[in-house]
Structure formats: structure tokens, C-alpha cells
């Protein structure tokens, strides 16, 4: 592999996870709550896995090449966004990093065993809800598909020893390298500079619900009116 051209892509990738967007909502809402923000950088990072995977199967290129069907698959990425915000908006009055009350050993607690089961499961549950939302956030947005397609060729070398879908693939994991540790320190950050501030916690969540609501309605706007006219038209 061409290492000028991989140096530039890692400026030019680093670039572009560092501009704010929908991760960077999902990466701050995760870190203003009381639990581990890393299901949530893990599910963001794991939808771009399956964007890299598209790409090296060559399924990306046919996909962008198919208007309809992306158009299409936009609209369920703006459905999603906008599910996605109400539940952060829902959820903003509790960004205020307060222990779970379940654990204050109270009267009436069940059974040592059960006490511990019951709460370990649970928790592993809500983690893999948040790591399928962080999946989902990156990986049915077409955008973040259509970013592999225009970019990453750009930094293959025809030339270089390695195949070009080996070469493609190493870019895309660079990607999801970089951006997991951008997305970690964001979260991080988030989490360090409004733990003792509840008031500020609660609203930057609020912020980040209505930054993803924004950007749902606008893809939805974008793409649902152009799809019904053309369904209408060829009716």
C-alpha cells in the first residue's frame, strides 16, 4: 500500500470523524449517562464494519448505483434517526449521573443469588440495546455508505502489492480504528465536563435528541417527497 496516500487518508478520515453529526450526538448522549459508554462507540463503530464489509464485497458500489433503492434505504435511516431522538429527548431528565436505586440493599430485596443475577442480565441486555442503536445509527445511514464508495477508492493504489479489496479493506478498518477512539473521547469528555453539572448534562442530552430529530426530518424531507412523486408518476 502507498503510504503517502495512507497518510492521507488517515488526515482526511480523522477530518471528517472529528466534524459533529449524528455519532457525535449518540457518542455525548452516552456519555452523559451513569453506565459505560462503550456498547454505545462499539455499536457505532461495528455499523461501519458493515460498511466496510459492503465495500469489499463491492455490494457498496451497486447499492449507490441503484437511486431507488438507496433513496429508499434513506428513508428508514431518517425513521430511525427520528425514533432515536424522542427516545433521547425522553430520556434527557435522567442524564444527571445518579446511582441506580436498585442497589441501595433495601428491606424487602430478593434473595442474595437472585439479587445479583437479576441485575447483571438486565444490564447486559440494556448494553446490547445500546450497542444495536449505535449499529444502527452509523449503519443504515446511506450517507456513511455513499462515504466508502466516494472515498475510499480515491486512496486504493492499482499499483501497490496488495489487492485492491485487501487495500480497501485495511482503509476501512483504519476508519473504524480512528473513529472509535474520536467517538471514545468524545464520550469521555462529555462525561468529565458535565459530571458535576447535571443541569448542563440534561441539556446537552436535550440538544443531541433534537440534533438527531433535525437531521432525520431533513433526510426524510430530502428523499421521501422525490420517492412518492415517481411512485405517483409511474402509477
Same mark, same amino acid.
Given at each position: ?25 449518540? $457518542? ?17 463503530? #461495528? ?16 447499492? $449507490? ?70 449499529? #444502527? ?34 482503509? #476501512? ?10 467517538? $471514545? ?35 426524510? $424531507? ?14
Amino acid at each position: 500500500m502507498n503510504i503517502q496516500l495512507f497518510l492521507a487518508f488517515i488526515a482526511v478520515a480523522v477530518a471528517l470523524a472529528c466534524t459533529p453529526g449524528v455519532d457525535w450526538a449518540y $457518542s455525548i448522549a452516552a456519555g452523559l449517562k451513569d453506565r459505560s459508554f462503550v456498547p454505545a462507540v462499539a455499536g457505532l463503530c #461495528g455499523g461501519y464494519v458493515v460498511h466496510t464489509v459492503l465495500m469489499v464485497a463491492g455490494l457498496a458500489a451497486l447499492l $449507490s448505483g441503484m437511486p431507488g433503492l438507496l433513496g429508499w434505504l434513506t428513508v428508514a435511516g431518517a425513521a430511525y434517526l427520528l425514533w432515536l431522538g424522542v427516545a433521547t429527548l425522553r430520556s434527557w431528565r435522567g442524564a444527571s449521573f445518579t446511582a441506580d436505586a436498585s442497589t441501595d440493599g433495601t428491606a424487602g430485596a430478593p434473595a442474595p443469588g437472585q439479587a445479583l443475577a437479576q441485575p447483571k442480565a438486565q444490564a447486559q441486555a440494556n448494553q446490547f440495546r445500546i450497542f444495536l442503536q449505535g449499529m #444502527g445509527t452509523s449503519g443504515i445511514n446511506p450517507k456513511g455508505l455513499l462515504f466508502f464508495v466516494a472515498l475510499v477508492p480515491q486512496f486504493v493504489s492499482p499499483e501497490a502489492a496488495l489487492p485492491v479489496p485487501v487495500q480497501s479493506g485495511l482503509l #476501512g478498518l483504519t476508519f473504524v480504528l480512528l473513529v472509535a477512539v474520536i467517538y $471514545s473521547c468524545v464520550a469521555l469528555l462529555a462525561r468529565k465536563l458535565l459530571q458535576s453539572r447535571p443541569a448542563a448534562a440534561r441539556g446537552v442530552t436535550l440538544a443531541s435528541g433534537v440534533i438527531m430529530l433535525a437531521l432525520g426530518a431533513v433526510l426524510l $424531507s430530502e428523499q421521501l417527497i422525490p420517492l412518492l412523486g415517481a411512485a405517483v408518476r409511474h402509477s
